[in-house]
């Protein structure tokens, strides 16, 4: 017989689809109670990926990122808690739908693989593990943010300019939106410079090499140049607007593909647990 708590992640699921739905309907319908119903729905779905996340920790006797399902269900838990912090800090709920629609989708994923709780192997024990593992849940996240303001944004400022400019009101929006993601990109990289250091470390401790060429590393890489290039046009007023926007959409299709499309397609040294 299944046991509630045996689907707890599904039911976080089903939460973040309402969740999900209440931010969308809100954008157009601009009802009160719509973000309130959000953020609760939201908060009880962050409360049940916790509690998931406690069990398998109990069961493992470690932190529960041991195969691509676990790392799923953390970094959706952390991008919950980050979605009710936008939603209370700046209560842009265009960017709330877009990160729960990624968390979602991320959820849906985390179905289909194994959900089996095992020790990790010993060759990978680690106390670099938890260190590059967490520091790759919060950039993913951070860039996460930058995509939902980065869609925000091509979405509500027009790509052409009209002969009057934009309304002030539009502008002010724009500035914002742009100012959150550059902030959010940012905190990114910080973190995910610290994940190929740490996962350097880690490497050269379990397979006798600091860098081997292998499929995730090689696209943590190509991520980092990625968001790299984004920060260091930043500063050109030519690459501001749409352009950056583009960028940080293409950066986190690439974070994306490096935490899915490796796995699943390329294999290689971190295909354990898949």
């Not at 600091?210 to 007023?237: C, F, G, N, Q």
Request: hydrophobic residues 55%; positive net charge.
């Amino acid at each position: 017989m299944v046991t509630l708590t045996e689907n707890l992640d599904y039911l976080a699921f089903i939460l973040t689809i309402m969740a999900t739905a209440c931010m969308f309907l809100q954008i157009w319908l601009k009802i009160k109670w719509l973000p309130k119903a959000g953020v609760l729905l939201t908060s009880a779905a962050a409360v049940l990926l916790l509690v998931t996340v406690i069990m398998r920790m109990q069961k493992t006797g470690s932190l529960p990122v041991n195969s691509v399902y676990e790392f799923i269900l953390f970094f959706c838990l952390v991008m919950l808690v980050f979605t009710v912090f936008w939603l209370i800090k700046v209560k842009i709920y265009g960017l709330s739908a877009f990160t729960l629609l990624v968390t979602v989708i991320l959820l849906g994923v985390s179905f289909s693989l194994s959900d089996n709780a095992t020790p990790l192997m010993p060759a990978l024990q680690s106390n670099w593990r938890v260190a590059h593992v967490l520091t790759a849940i919060i950039s993913y996240s951070a860039f996460a943010v930058a995509f939902g303001l980065g869609i925000c944004y091509l979405l509500t400022i027009p790509a052409k300019i009209p002969a009057g400019g934009l309304p002030a009101e539009k502008l002010e929006r724009g500035e914002f939106l742009e100012k959150l993601m550059y902030n959010s990109v940012i905190v990114g990289f910080i973190f995910l410079t610290l994940l190929l250091v740490t996962g350097s470390i880690w490497a050269e401790d379990a397979w006798g090499s600091w860098w081997s060429w292998d499929p995730k590393e090689t696209w943590a890489l190509i991520t980092w140049i990625i968001y790299a290039v984004y920060l260091h046009l930043h500063p050109k007023k030519e690459w501001r607007g749409r352009k950056g926007c583009y960028l940080s959409v293409i950066g986190f299709a690439c974070v994306l593909f490096t935490l899915l499309g490796v796995s699943f397609l390329m294999g290689g040294l971190h295909s354990y647990g898949v």
